[in-house]
């Protein structure tokens, strides 16, 4: 269980990754759960459920703030193979509040160990909803790699 207060707001002059000033500006509070059961030694099942209360505003004009409520869901299997990884599927569901929008994908990975306790996932998105509700720009879908450790 998380409680997260997030305070995005970047100065005017401000550069993003992608070597440009354009985005948004966010206060949001974020409540989430998140659980993961093993159903069977190489089978696990898990669920996470978010909620965000927020408001967003253009850096172009960062003091016109609107509200951006959210929900998101999310179901998963994970399939451990015998010494030789994983095999992960994910289903996310993303409920805009008041935009009233509504967007459902799916995601498929493969995470081979790199040893006991490092493995590089390579997996596809189907859709554009992201795990991580504070994520405004919803620009997802394609390809992916993800390095997992464990300690």
Not at 40 to 55: D, I, M, N, T
Not at 121 to 129: A, E, H, L
Not at 141 to 146: A, L, S
Request: aromatic share 8%; net charge positive.
């Amino acid at each position: 269980m998380q409680n997260t207060y997030l305070r995005d707001l970047p100065a005017a002059d401000q550069i993003a990754i992608d070597g440009t000033q354009v985005g948004s500006v966010q206060k949001s509070h974020v409540f989430s759960i998140e659980t993961l059961y093993d159903l069977v030694p190489k089978l696990s099942h898990g669920a996470k459920y978010a909620f965000r209360k927020s408001q967003v505003a253009a850096r172009s004009q960062p003091q016109k703030f609107t509200p951006s409520s959210a929900h998101l869901a999310i179901i998963r299997a994970d399939w451990h193979v015998i010494q030789a990884g994983d095999i992960t599927a994910e289903c996310r569901k993303f409920r805009g509040v008041n935009a009233k929008t509504t967007e459902i994908d799916s995601l498929m990975a493969v995470y081979p160990y790199l040893g006991s306790t490092l493995k590089l996932g390579v997996g596809f998105q189907n859709g554009n909803v992201s795990d991580d509700i504070t994520d405004i720009t919803h620009v997802r879908q394609g390809v992916f790699r993800n390095l997992v450790a464990r300690f």
